[in-house]
């Protein structure tokens, strides 16, 4: 298995790397993905005409209202994170947000995916693996279903890439500091001091835009931060003046939103206001009961729904909005605080549904077609997952070290967020560029190991003939 570079890049390589447009591999990824995705959109087009978390409604109002609001324009929302519902008003030429517009949005996204994938694997040091990693990405089960509907998983998945290139950046940088300081070259020294500010900025930039499509990047972003601190192998300075600079540069992109948001609700909103009902929906006396009682593999929720919308009618104020999703956070609190044992063993059965292979069952009268494609699905990610697991334990030893801490905190942060919140197969979307590449890391290792094997046999047979 190749070994990921640690030291600064030689001048050859450099010009190799440059030239990543020349890679016929690279437009094989592109096309094997372009392919995928037009067949999935043309027979789930129809699919994009609905709209279940109102992004579109939110896009539509951005453009014919000026407002970042759900129905009056007077009142502002911040039930949604903001760039998904930008990014679908910009690119609607109709106005309107129609299905083809997203569909070709979205294509765009998974291509420009697929090549990041290319890119960060190669500049990782995995040269051989690049092409595979990126058309795993291309043909994910998850991420192709997402791509029919107006979501945010397939945005979110091209800013993960975005933020795992400007970490890899970030991390040869800081290995070519420290090691050009034992040399005598003051102007390399100088050159690399200065690209290390500019490299975290990038890193900053990079999970602010994912935190403005899913605010739960910001664990991911915390988690860095710490990371960086606790990391050896790099001077502690240049450690500490990229956790300046990435510091630096989130709090100023995220000042605007806190701003409008604090002018909106008189309270410095940092995230959603949307967290409350995600907080109930997996922590709510109805679920706990189906946990200990269901007998039904999928759990219905409609007595759920219904006494939300009893309880906690929908707000038609700004400030409304914000009352009820504190006082919907607030019952979710009394309820993991009623039954503590209830709310540990329903974050293993939220840890449990964001990693399994199989997409969970939505009806309990599922059609034979829709089952044999989730246990098609399943026996995918199943293979992924075991040679994930195998390209794990072959870096078990860099899994403490720049990058490869940084990229692995990713599982980690999103398995800490949605062990909390609700839950679903979907919300790993992100990690899937991080799985894809384990996955094949370890099938190189089998391949690898079983081709030594095989020699012996070979010079055996050769000699004897």
């Known amino acids: 298995m190749n070994q990921a570079e640690t030291t600064s890049t030689p001048p050859e390589l450099q010009q190799t790397e440059t030239s990543l447009l020349r890679h016929k591999l690279l437009y094989l990824a ?9 067949a999935v959109s043309a027979v789930s087009l129809s ?30 929302t911040a039930f949604r994170p903001v760039l998904y519902p930008l990014l679908l008003a910009a690119t609607s030429r109709s106005g309107s947000v129609l299905p083809a517009e997203v569909a070709a949005l979205h ?5 420009l995916t697929v090549a990041g994938v290319y890119a960060w694997v190669f500049h990782l040091g995995y040269r051989k693996q690049a092409f595979a990693a990126a058309v795993l990405v291309g043909i994910d089960p998850v991420l192709l279903n997402q791509s029919t509907l107006v979501m945010s998983e397939t945005f979110a998945v091209f800013l993960t890439v975005l933020v795992l ?24 020294q100088s050159a690399s001091k200065n690209d290390l500010p500019i490299r975290a900025m990038n890193v900053a930039g990079a999970l602010m835009l994912a935190f403005y499509c899913r605010p739960s990047f910001l664990i991911w972003w915390a988690l860095i931060l710490l990371a960086f601190v606790v990391v050896r192998g790099v001077d502690w300075k240049k450690r500490m003046l990229a956790v300046f600079s990435i510091c630096l540069v989130s709090i100023f992109m995220l000042l605007p939103w806190v701003a ?20 109930l929906l997996g922590n709510n006396p109805e679920f706990y009961e189906y946990l200990q009682n269901g007998d039904s593999p999928v759990w219905d929720s409609t007595s759920f729904h219904e006494r939300l919308d009893d309880d906690y009618p929908a707000a038609f104020s700004s400030q409304g909005e914000l009352a009820r999703d504190k006082e919907l956070s607030d019952e979710a609190v009394e309820n993991i605080q009623a039954s503590p044992g209830m709310f540990a063993y329903s974050s293993l059965i939220r840890f449990g549904r964001l990693w399994r292979p199989m997409p969970h069952q939505l009806s309990e009268q599922e059609s034979i077609q829709r089952t044999s494609a989730r246990y098609l699905v399943g026996i995918w990610y199943t293979l992924q997952f075991i040679f994930a697991a195998i390209g794990l334990w072959q870096l078990r030893s860099k899994l403490l070290s720049s990058p490869w801490l940084m990229i692995v905190l990713l599982p980690i942060s999103l398995s800490l967020v949605h062990s909390v919140f609700w839950s679903n197969i979907r919300m790993r979307a992100p990690v899937v560029p991080v799985i894809a590449l384990l996955a094949v890391l370890g099938a190189t290792h089998l391949w690898q190991k079983y081709v030594r094997k095989q020699r012996p046999s070979v010079a055996t047979s050769t000699e004897s003939q």
């Not at 709209?51 to 939110?58: E, G, H, I, N, Q």
């Not at 294509?107 to 291509?111: C, I, K, N, P, T």
């Open 165 to 188: 290139i400007t970490i890899t950046a970030l991390h040869q940088t800081l290995i070519a500091t420290s090691t050009e300081e034992k040399d005598s070259t003051t102007k390399n």
């Open 260 to 279: 409008r948001n604090y002018l909106v609700f008189d309270a410095p909103v940092i995230a959603t206001t949307h967290g409350g009902v995600t907080l």
């Open 30 to 38: 592109l096309a094997i993905t372009i392919i995928v995705r037009i």
């Open 47 to 76: 699919k994009l005409e609905d709209d279940p978390d109102s992004y579109r409604l939110l896009a539509t109002n951005l453009i014919h209202k000026q407002s970042f609001t759900l129905d009056d324009p007077a009142e502002p």
């Open 107 to 111: 294509l765009v996204l998974g291509a």
